[in-house]
T-cell receptor, first 116, second 108 residues
Framework: GAGVSQSPRYKVAKRGQDVALRCDPI?????LFWYQQALGQGPEFLTY????????KSGLPSDRFFAERPEGSVSTLKIQRTQQEDSAVYLC??????????????FGPGTRLTVL | GQNIDQPTEMTATEGAIVQINCTYQ??????LFWYQQHAGEAPTFLSY????GLEEKGRFSSFLSRSKGYSYLLLKELQMKDSASYLC?????????FGKGTSLLVTP
């Protein structure tokens, strides 16, 4: 009965390094979301997958951010040439629904990224 | 654009009742969620409203008025463990648009 898991839980990167953040959604969940949560703020939408298809990436802040979900389950969020403003908690959420009104999203614990 | 407002901080006493308000202006509306988030942890689902009115769930209730773009979360019989951030989120398609969260401190 595992929930959404994310790894690593904490990541410290030097400015300019590339990082990869992993999300394991709940088994069978069709929809997967990535959010960015800055300190003291609410989560902000980054990107959305329905199975392996990335249907919306409008929230990705720059072309340094890239997400994939090649087999429709595990997803990876990659950030290239990290900058200090990328420091945040990156939350992954999954949902059994594909849209509509009631699409309760189940969140993982997040990866706290600190860029020095 | 999306605009979701809620108070930044609130303090209440153990055993009391607290109401956390949320107002929203969004380009679409498919329902409003309330999530609870303890520091360093994942947001967890509390309630969902898509029709006007009150939804009650144990010590927690949530109200929605779509015409006013307004919701509130009511927490009764407050416990110390209720100290957390409470996030109001509007579903305007498939993704959730969150407010900044209300940090609730419950004092003895």
């Amino acid at each position: 009965g595992a929930g959404v898991s994310q790894s690593p839980r904490y990541k410290v990167a030097k400015r300019g390094q590339d990082v990869a953040l992993r999300c394991d959604p709940i088994s069978g969940h069709v929809s997967l979301f990535w959010y960015q949560q800055a300190l003291g703020q609410g989560p902000e939408f980054l990107t959305y997958f329905q199975n392996e298809a990335q249907l919306d990436k409008s929230g990705l802040p720059s072309d340094r951010f890239f997400a994939e979900r090649p087999e429709g389950s595990v997803s990876t969020l990659k950030i290239q040439r990290t900058q200090q403003e990328d420091s945040a908690v990156y939350l992954c959420a999954s949902s059994p629904q594909t849209g509509g009104s009631y699409n309760e999203q189940f969140f993982g614990p997040g990866t706290r990224l600190t860029v020095l | 654009g999306q605009n979701i407002d809620q108070p930044t901080e609130m303090t209440a006493t153990e055993g009391a009742i607290v109401q956390i308000n949320c107002t929203y202006q969004t380009s679409g509306f498919n329902g409003l969620f309330w999530y609870q988030q303890h520091a360093g942890e994942a947001p967890t689902f509390l309630s969902y409203n898509v029709l006007d009115g009150l939804e009650e769930k144990g010590r927690f209730s949530s109200f929605l008025s779509r015409s006013k773009g307004y919701s509130y979360l009511l927490l009764k019989e407050l416990q110390m463990k209720d100290s957390a951030s409470y996030l109001c989120a509007v579903n305007s398609g498939y993704a959730l648009n969150f407010g900044k969260g209300t940090s609730l401190l419950v004092t003895p």
